[in-house]
Structures are given as structure tokens and as C-alpha cells.
């Protein structure tokens, strides 16, 4: 599967970003999706995944209360809600795809280009 992120962008703290990631070459609704970043300097991290259904998610720590992922099945898309954004949020964010999701990068398979998302404080 094929992944395109967007949606990045400078924001101030305090505000808000929704990313995007639309999948193609295989069928969307059988992949479990996720979110990852990577600060400069920093390993990959994990953001948060929903399961192929839509019915499941989980959450880094970081993430909890502040970011919302979901998905249209029918756009082959996921999303990423973020809010009460943080300059610590500042990254590039990548969106991954695999049969079952976990919460390490290993878990994941597929990989798009990454969206940068500055925060500034």
C-alpha cells in the first residue's frame, strides 16, 4: 500500500492541526493504520493507532486527550486531530499501515513521506 501524508504546517501552541494520510494500491479497510513522529535528533516515536474497523484506538502517553486519530474507509483515508498543540509537538509526522498495528515502528510495513508540524511557542 501506498501512503501520502499532509497537512503539516507552522501553528502557534495552543492551536490546532489535522493531518492527513490517504492510502492507495491496496484495499484501505483491511490495514490497520497509524501515527508516528520523529523530532530532529530524535528516534521515530509512536503517536497513536486505529484498527482496520475504526472501532479500536490507542494512544502514546503524549498524545492522550489532545490528539484524535479516525478513518474514512470509504476515502481510504486517516486522520490525525491534534490540538492544544505543544513546541515539544514539533515534528514530522508519518503515517504507517500494516495488517495488525502495534505500537513500534517494527509493527508497521508501509510507510508515507512524513508531514512536518512546527509548533511554536
Known amino acids: 500500500v501506498q501512503l501520502q501524508a499532509s497537512g503539516g504546517g507552522l501553528v502557534q501552541a495552543g492551536g490546532s492541526l489535522r493531518l492527513s494520510c490517504v492510502a492507495s494500491?491496496?484495499?484501505?479497510?483491511?490495514?490497520?493504520m497509524g501515527w508516528f513522529r520523529q523530532a530532529p535528533g530524535k528516534e521515530r516515536e509512536f503517536v497513536a493507532y486505529?484498527?482496520?474497523?475504526?472501532?479500536?484506538?490507542y494512544y502514546a502517553d503524549s498524545a492522550k486527550g489532545r490528539f484524535t486519530i479516525s478513518r474514512d474507509n470509504a476515502k481510504n483515508t486517516v486522520y490525525l486531530q491534534m490540538s492544544s498543540l505543544k513546541p515539544e509537538d514539533t515534528a514530522v509526522y508519518y503515517c504507517?499501515?500494516?495488517?495488525?498495528?502495534?505500537?513500534?515502528?517494527?509493527?508497521?510495513?508501509?510507510w508515507g513521506q512524513g508531514t512536518q508540524v512546527t509548533v511554536s511557542s
Open positions: 504507517a499501515a500494516d495488517w495488525v498495528a502495534g505500537t513500534s515502528v517494527a509493527d508497521f510495513g508501509s
Open positions: 494500491g491496496r484495499p484501505f479497510s483491511t490495514y490497520d
Open positions: 486505529i484498527r482496520w474497523s475504526g472501532g479500536s484506538t
